[in-house]
């Protein structure tokens, strides 16, 4: 029997915020501000750094993709049996940010984390634009 590449679902997520990228590009990439709206981390954005996310149900293990400053940020999701990616996309408007994050690589018989992540990001951007209304 061959092994099929199986098809693979994503959770989108897009919001406008009225803040410039700049303001955004903070709170997605300082641990002390990721840690107010996603979780405590030891982020660093470099290409190639690795890093973990952990709340009280346990940790997300992690690697730096790609860093273009202040337009796109991603990086590798890996927890238990999930493998993801997880990519923002900063594009500037004129009332300021329109922010997409998209994780892509849920595979059909993952309905459960699929499900959670439809449901944890959209609470994590409203959580992420709190921290960001309150940044200089």
């Given amino acids: 029997m061959t092994e099929t590449m199986e098809t693979t679902r994503s959770v989108v997520v897009e919001r406008d915020f009225p803040y410039p990228p700049e303001k955004l590009w903070r709170a ?19 290409a190639g750094r690795r890093f973990t996310l952990s709340a009280d149900w346990g940790q997300v293990d992690c690697e730096v993709e790609t860093v273009e400053e202040h337009r796109a940020l991603s990086y590798c999701w890996d927890t238990k049996d999930l493998r993801s990616i997880v990519t923002w996309t900063l594009a500037p408007t004129a009332a300021g940010t329109s922010l997409r994050m998209e994780q892509r690589g849920f595979t059909t018989a993952q309905k459960s984390y699929f499900q959670g992540a439809s449901v944890g990001w959209p609470r994590f951007f409203d959580q992420l634009g709190n921290v960001v209304s309150k940044l200089d």
């Fill in 28 to 46: 997605l990439t300082q641990p002390h501000l990721i840690a107010e709206w996603l979780m405590n981390n030891d982020f660093v954005p470099v």
